[in-house]
Each structure stands twice: as structure tokens, then as C-alpha cells.
């Protein structure tokens, strides 16, 4: 199994990790972050020999480099150790790896830039063979719609599966994913002469031949013989290790609904064969897909599924591990949302209080200016009742052990006129809520595995709570947010608050709604972007 990619210095990316999905890796991003880079590489890491297997199309287990993209005299230059690739067993055991060096040669007089793995083994004996893992890359992108070709210049053959069983799966799954009904009756593989590398399944049905056959029947056609060509494979090898199915935006010419029906299938099929898929896409409705998969990922060890997310947006590259949709959705709107200069702003108590409207409406923070203020709930309040011009087209949010009386300083009907002041879910501060849910969590709750890995325990919470010795020097209310404050990086790590909205999903969804409802009151009065 493929674990992990790491890129010491390589084009944008310098000192860079992707820790592979066992079965699906997706990789998004806005254009020129270097996404088609990782599939490239990839690409050039394995290979078989013609004799030992080929694919449906008849075409060898593997891809170049150089057939994905070129090199660049003016900014690919030679260079050793530039990247590694570590290959594991089910035990986690590396069992494999090559790093690569950069290179530019003379192939018959022109020059070519190359991708070259290199293995030492323990004798000290070297080799710039790729791995023994078959390969297939799709470059989907790069549509050539057969319609548009000339018919004289096109090739068929048609496919012959190695069993009934074979082309009923195709059949099954080609209907399925698109949702038609036609019968198929002909699967081909045909090439264009006028394009040197185009290739591709046409389908025959009652209703059309393959010559009408849309861009996206035809990529899905590949795909699904691709994962066809795998278990082809298979069964003629005496002993399986796994292949590699990369697939350059898997979304090109698919419909959302097609693409998420596909996705689902592709991460079956990976379990069942023991195969690695890695994509790119830019589809928001897949990604939003995926993110269901994924948020409850560990972040220790390679998950089933992986997202990573590439942007510069900080001007240089970054590459997040799985993050929510609402922060890739944020990052691809930001460009807009910055000309928005008259944002609502948001008052809180102090930080611990923001760090939980962030965590709760992490999709709408685009539209808001959370400030980074500590006013306490008597003053934030006084002041309101002081300049309601100004407090009155703001939102407030206070925290959740503010009782109904704490509020009669405004006048009930202006409160209700206004309607921009809302709480927390619960019934006490922030820091408490989540003490309290830590403590309240049983010891089968699967957010204990997450926090084993960075050897947290329900005794070490209890042992060094707000109340311990620890923290006995401080005043009551201080001891709980010097606890929050020294334990947040690891709730961020472990995921603490996504298993806790897990759990209070209705209070998630109350404060969630009462948001929105207070943020487009006081977007209605400022003349700003509703939600």
C-alpha cells in the first residue's frame, strides 16, 4: 500500500506529506496549486512489464511522467532526493520505497526532463527501476469528444471480457451510475487516429452507437474498465499486492449526482480488490460528498478515505489534511467575499467564546467579522443600552450561563425589535460545556481513540481538570480557561468538538438558526449580504 508522499523540494512544493488514503485519495484546490504535480508523480512510481498483465485497451500497467506534463528548463532543474514514496504492508511495515531525482537528458536530441526513482538496498546495490505495482492514469481533463472527430480516422475494437460476469458488472454499474436504461449490447474500445493519445469505451445501445456517445459516457467507460483491467489482473497473478488508479478530474463532463453514485463505487471496489484510487476534482457537490467521509478521520494513521485541500491564499502553498467543506468553501470565495468590506460584526465574552462560534458556524464566517475583544456579559450589555445606534447593528453572542434577567437592562420590546443578541448552546460558559461533555463521555465512545493518539485519557482530564491542584492558585472562572487554553491545541488535534456536535446535534442546529436569524436582522439595517 502506498502510505505516504513525501516532497523535500519539487516545483511549489518544499518539504511537503500526503499520507495516502488506502483506498481513495482526493486532491482539490484552486488552479496552479500543483494538483495534476501528485498525480504525476504517482504516476512514474510504479509499473509491469507487458508479459506480466495488460489492460482491457491492450495497454501496458503504467504512465510516464512526461506523458502527464514537461518539464521547465527555466524552473525544473536537476537535482537529487527530491522526493520519496513509502510503500507499507497490512501491518504497516515498510516493505518498499524509491526516492527520485530530477534530471534532464538527451533523447535524440531533444532534451527531456526526467523523473528518476532510485532504490539502495541493504548489499548497497542500486536501482532506477520503478516499482513492481501496475498502474493506471486517466487524464480526463483533456476531452476529446469523438463526435467531433472524423469518422474515417476512427478505430474499434470490440472489448472482449474475460467473463459474463465481467461485462454484467459494467453493464450494471455504466446504468447505474448514469441512470439510464437502455440495453447495451456492444462495448468498444476505439482510438482516434488524428489524436495521438486518444483513447476510449464506446457504448452501443437500441437507441445509439458509440459515435454519439457524450464525453462523460465515455470517461465513465474507462473508469469502469480500469477497475475491470485491475480485477482482470488479479486473477492472473498468483500473488496480489495492489494497484493504482489515478484519475485527473474525476468530475469532468459528469453530473453531480452521477459523480457522488461513481465516487461510492470507487471506494467499494478499492476495498474489495485491494487497489489505491487517487483523484482530482474540482466539483464543490463532491467535495461536499467526500467531506461526509472524512471528518471523522484520524489523524494518526492512513484513513480509508483522505482529502487534501491545495492553497495559496497565504502566498505560498499549503496543504490541508482534511478539512471541513465550509473551509474549502470559504477559501474558494474568499477572492468575492473580500469586496464585501461591510461585514457584520460579532461581540462575544472573550476567546474561548469566539473559538466556539467558529467551531459552530464555521460556513458563515465569511460573512461576519468575529472581533477579538473580552468584554463581560454586565459590560457588553451596558454598553448595548448606551448607544443602541451602534450595538443595535451588531451581533452579540453571549454565553450560555446568561440568564433571562442578566438581559432586562434593554428594554424587552427593543431586544426583540432588534433581535441581534443570541447564546451559546448550553447551560454554562464555553471552557465548562466541554469539560463537562469530556468528563460525561463513556469509555467506549470512539472519541477516546482519537485522543489515545496523542495519549490523552478520560483519567488524564479528570486528574488535571479545571479543579485539580493544578489550577488551584486561580480564581474559579480563570482556572477553567487556563485549562481551555492550555488544552486547546489538542480538542483542535483530536477533534473534540466535531464529536461533541455529534452528540448535541438539536442544540448545533437551535444556535445555528438563531444565527442566521439575528445576523440577517442586522444585515438588513447595515445593507449588507444575507444568508
Not at 126 to 132: F, L, R, S, W
Not at 210 to 226: A, F, H, K, R
Not at 392 to 407: A, E, F, H, M, R
Not at 469 to 477: H, P, T
Request: charged share 30%; aromatic share 10%.
Amino acid at each position: 500500500m502506498y502510505k505516504l508522499l513525501t516532497i523535500n523540494d519539487f516545483r511549489q512544493f518544499k518539504d511537503k506529506e500526503i499520507f495516502l488514503g488506502r483506498r481513495l485519495t482526493v486532491i482539490a484546490g484552486k488552479n496552479s496549486t500543483g494538483k495534476s504535480t501528485i498525480l504525476g508523480i504517482l504516476a512514474n512510481s510504479g509499473e509491469l512489464k507487458k508479459k506480466d498483465g495488460t489492460t482491457y485497451s491492450n495497454r501496458q500497467f503504467r504512465a510516464e511522467f512526461g506523458e502527464i506534463f514537461h518539464g521547465s528548463r527555466n524552473f525544473d532543474a536537476s537535482g537529487s532526493d527530491r522526493i520519496q514514496i513509502d510503500i507499507v504492508d497490512d501491518n504497516d511495515q515498510q516493505i518498499d520505497y524509491r526516492k527520485f531525482r530530477t534530471a534532464w537528458q538527451n533523447d535524440n536530441g531533444k532534451d527531456r526532463f526526467r523523473v528518476i526513482p532510485l532504490k539502495v538496498s541493504e548489499d548497497g546495490k542500486k536501482t532506477e527501476a520503478k516499482m513492481q505495482i501496475p498502474v493506471i492514469y486517466l487524464g480526463l481533463s483533456r476531452l476529446f469528444p469523438i463526435g467531433e472527430a472524423n469518422e474515417d480516422n476512427i478505430t474499434t475494437n470490440k472489448i472482449k471480457f474475460i467473463d459474463d460476469e465481467q461485462k454484467k458488472w459494467f453493464v450494471e454499474k455504466y446504468t447505474d451510475i448514469l441512470s439510464i436504461y437502455d440495453n447495451i449490447n456492444v462495448v468498444n474500445n476505439y482510438s482516434i487516429g488524428e489524436t495521438d493519445r486518444k483513447k476510449g469505451v464506446g457504448i452501443e445501445t437500441d437507441q445509439y452507437d458509440y459515435l454519439t456517445n457524450s464525453s462523460g459516457q465515455d470517461n465513465l467507460g474507462q473508469i469502469l474498465m480500469s477497475i475491470l483491467s485491475f480485477k482482470k489482473l488479479r486473477q492472473t497473478r498468483e500473488h496480489w499486492t495492489g494497484g493504482l488508479l489515478l484519475i485527473d478530474e474525476i468530475d469532468a463532463t459528469l453530473h453531480p449526482a452521477a459523480q457522488k453514485r461513481l465516487i461510492d463505487l470507487l471506494i467499494k471496489e478499492a476495498k474489495l480488490n485491494n487497489i489505491q484510487v487517487v483523484v482530482t476534482t474540482h466539483s464543490s457537490d463532491l467535495l461536499k460528498h467526500i467531506c461526509t467521509k472524512t471528518a471523522y478521520n484520524n489523524i494518526c494513521k492512513n484513513n480509508d478515505v483522505e482529502l487534501y485541500y491545495f492553497t495559496n491564499a497565504n502566498r505560498r502553498l499549503e496543504l490541508m489534511r482534511n478539512p471541513d467543506y465550509s473551509t474549502i468553501e470559504n477559501d474558494l470565495l474568499v477572492e468575492s467575499m473580500l469586496q464585501n468590506s461591510n461585514k457584520v460584526k460579532v461581540y462575544s465574552e472573550d476567546a474561548e467564546g469566539r473559538w466556539f462560534i467558529k467551531k459552530l458556524v464555521p460556513e458563515y464566517l465569511l460573512y461576519v467579522e468575529v472581533l477579538d475583544v473580552k468584554i463581560g456579559c454586565d459590560q457588553l450589555l451596558s454598553l448595548y443600552s448606551g448607544d443602541v445606534s451602534y450595538f443595535g447593528n451588531v451581533l452579540i453572542v453571549l454565553d450560555g450561563d446568561v440568564q433571562k434577567k442578566d438581559l432586562e437592562v434593554i428594554p424587552e420590546q427593543l431586544r426583540k425589535r432588534l433581535n441581534n443578541i443570541i447564546k451559546l448552546p448550553g447551560t454554562t460558559r464555553p471552557e465548562e460545556v466541554i469539560y463537562q461533555y469530556i468528563l460525561s463521555l463513556e469509555p467506549e465512545h470512539p472519541y477516546w481513540e482519537n485522543a489515545s493518539k496523542v495519549y490523552m485519557n478520560w483519567m488524564y482530564f479528570k486528574e488535571n481538570g479545571p479543579d485539580s491542584q493544578r489550577y488551584q492558585q486561580e480564581k474559579e472562572r480563570e482556572r477553567y480557561k487556563k485549562w481551555f487554553i492550555e488544552h486547546q491545541t489538542i480538542f483542535d488535534s483530536t477533534k473534540l468538538f466535531e464529536f461533541w456536535a455529534n452528540d448535541n446535534k438539536e442544540a448545533v442546529e437551535k444556535f445555528k438558526k438563531e444565527f442566521i436569524t439575528a445576523y440577517n436582522a442586522v444585515a438588513s439595517r447595515i445593507f449588507t449580504i444575507k444568508i
